[in-house]
């Protein structure tokens, strides 16, 4: 467990923009063995409660994909799973944190994030990666000339902190996170605030102090993948 790395280290973040061609924007997203694609597109119209706000919506689906896992995902065939909405909901909250809607007209941006292989953090990968396949479709609205301003308001980042026999750590591996004493995600704006704080005690009721300890932690994590992102940002 954690081989060659620190307890406050990411593990190793791979980027592939524009995975898909036909995507509107998409990137394969590696954090250690967590690998998620995560693509966007958009469709012309918006929810029906929207049709008289003249602004757009954005939403999320979440995925594993059979493979992912040790034993087999089965596909949603007409049926999504309790986890896979709660994941999509998050995912979606987290994103509409960072774009304004009433500047990208009465379209809907769908981000999808299929999980190809799984070892702890797909929805924190979820999130951080669909960031980037959001900002990949909003490049390409603004150079067609689909939107006039940018909406984007922040980056919007995400990770995974835990206590694991005692010890603080950020960024869980499966192997980590199912051993945890506390396990939380956590996703951040670019000016560092907070958009989702999702925590469990799964033995031991955890103390501020170390609630505190592990928000540091996980804002330390978020620093650096804002990083990476703005480097893939800069160079597509």
């Known amino acids: 467990m954690r081989k060659r790395r620190d307890y406050d280290e990411l593990r190793t973040v791979k980027i592939t923009p524009n995975f898909q061609k036909k995507a509107y924007g998409s990137v394969l997203y ?34 594993m994909l059979p493979g992912s896992t040790e034993t087999r995902i089965f596909r949603d065939r007409g049926h999504v799973n309790g986890r896979s909405k709660e994941i ?16 990208i007209g009465p379209r809907t941006i ?50 995974s902190v835990g206590i694991v026999k005692g ?17 939380l995600n956590v996703a951040m704006t670019s000016d560092m605030k907070y958009v989702e704080i999702q925590g469990t005690s799964e033995n031991e009721p955890m103390s501020e102090e170390q609630l505190n300890e592990l928000l540091s932690l996980a804002k330390k994590g978020i620093e650096e993948l804002l990083k990476i992102q703005r480097e893939v940002m800069e160079n597509v």
């Open 88 to 103: 999509e909901r998050i995912i979606g909250r987290a994103l509409r944190a960072s774009v304004d809607l009433s500047k």
């Open 30 to 63: 590696q954090q250690g063995d967590t690998m998620v694609l995560c693509s966007a597109q958009v469709i012309e119209n918006v929810p029906e409660w929207l049709k008289n706000d003249n602004r757009g919506w954005l939403t999320a689906e979440y995925s």
């Open 167 to 183: 010890i603080p750590m950020l960024d869980l591996a499966y192997e980590e996170d199912s051993q945890a004493d506390v396990d």
């Open 110 to 159: 769908w981000i999808d994030c299929d999980v190809v292989q799984a070892d702890g953090g797909t929805r924190t990968a979820s999130i951080t990666g669909g960031f980037l396949a959001l900002y990949l479709a909003i490049q390409r609205l603004l150079k067609e000339g689909k939107i006039l301003e940018d909406p984007i308001k922040y980056q919007v980042a995400a990770v």
